[in-house]
């Protein structure tokens, strides 16, 4: 049993705790503190209906438009600052740029299908001012179906070396049950050449096509130089009458330079060059250069030259000048042409920098950031 003061003091505990519970329910709790101590931000900001827009299925015969309803659910105005679409085929559309607190307004979005097949995933990106959410990605999404393409658009021979034969396989898929490939026109008969070789039935994404196929062939390029040829595809299909495919080669020079750049360090307006460029056929075929040119913008050049006593003897190109123009890195290039029908025109790089006169020494360093890492021969 507890004593008379054991028992008071229990009692005047319990009266304390009861008070303090009374006191801690009527007094309100503190507001929470924003974060960082600022107020809790009001801008304005663009909610958009729907960031995805799927098309379905479609044909590649025209163009179709898509719309991107939005709000601004703030408190202040927005700014829509540009959109972009990294497709060509999308172009995006807005109506105006700047929205009140409360306005609506749509981004309208067309799509030209023309030339594709299959799906097809196209995002456009809107900037605005909005702090909190400045980039918006709206996508389009659906399935192409070309009533007519090739597979693929686009041959590249590769690098070969002139005279050289050689044959590569393109298909021509048509979605009606007649469709033909009727004739092929190369642009450049002298090195381009096709046979049709027949059809059959297939099925493409579960549509039922007729794949034609053609051989293309590669006549021996005779001259150094990239060739970019088409070959004309002619069709039965009113909506696709013709098409059109990329032939690409590459043919290889036989003529060498010692080097195809020549590094002329820091110059200032008024000094002076002298260097050598040497050019030689690899297979010592006997040449002559014709003419050596300058495309100048920094520097002065002359040029002379001698023909070698043999064949398998380098050329040598003499080359003096002088800086003409500061103030920035050098980009001259010179051009050499010779007698051999069969060789394009050879190309010399200069890089270095000129000091600007009036920014001295400072100039340089800037310019100099300008040819850093420049190693590619230019041939």
């Not at 801008?43 to 025209?62: K, N, Q, R, S, W």
């Not at 590459?250 to 260097?275: F, H, N, Q, S, Y």
């Amino acid at each position: 049993m507890f004593g008379l003061r054991e028992r008071v003091g229990v009692v005047l505990g319990l009266g304390v705790v009861g008070v303090c519970g009374v006191l801690a329910s009527t007094i309100p709790p503190p507001a929470p503190a924003a974060r960082g101590g600022a107020a809790a931000p009001q801008e304005g900001t663009l909610v958009f209906e729907t960031i995805e827009h799927a098309f379905g299925d479609i044909t590649d015969e025209g163009s179709i438009e898509m719309r991107f309803p939005f709000t601004n659910t703030g408190m202040h105005s927005v700014t829509i600052k540009r959109l972009h679409s990294y497709c060509g085929c999308t172009t995006p559309e807005m109506e105006k740029d700047v929205y009140a607190p409360g306005e609506s307004g749509v981004i309208r979005v067309n799509f030209d299908p023309t030339g594709r097949h299959g799906i097809q995933v196209k995002r456009i990106m809107v900037y605005t001012d909005d702090p909190v959410l400045p980039v918006k990605t709206l996508t389009a999404r659906g399935y192409v179906r070309a009533v007519a393409y090739l597979e693929p658009n686009v041959i590249n021979f590769g690098v070969v070396d002139k005279g050289t034969n050689l044959s590569k396989v393109v298909y021509v898929l048509g979605e009606n049950a007649d469709f033909a490939v009727t004739g092929v026109e190369p642009t450049n008969a002298e090195i381009l050449g096709a046979e049709i070789l027949g059809s059959a039935p297939v099925d493409k994404d579960g549509v039922a096509m007729q794949r034609w196929t053609i051989r293309v062939d590669l006549l021996g390029a005779e001259r150094s130089g990239r060739y970019a040829e088409q070959l004309k595809i002619v069709t039965n299909d009113a909506r696709r009458p013709e098409l059109s495919l990329n032939v690409i080669v590459r043919v290889p020079t036989e003529l060498k330079l010692g080097w195809g750049m020549i590094r002329v360090g820091k110059l200032a307006v008024g000094d002076t060059l002298e260097e050598e460029i040497l050019l030689k056929h690899e297979r010592d075929v006997p040449f002559k250069i014709t003419s050596v040119d300058s495309e100048s913008q920094n520097l002065d050049l002359t040029f002379e030259w001698t023909e070698p006593e043999s064949p398998d003897e380098a050329h040598t190109i003499t080359v003096r000048g002088s800086a003409i123009k500061g103030g920035g890195a050098i980009t001259d290039r010179v051009v050499i042409t010779t007698d051999l029908e069969d060789e394009e025109p050879m190309t010399v790089a200069f890089r270095g920098i000129v000091a600007d006169p009036a920014g001295g020494a400072e100039a340089k360093p800037e310019a100099e950031k300008m040819t850093e890492g420049v190693v590619e021969i230019e041939d």
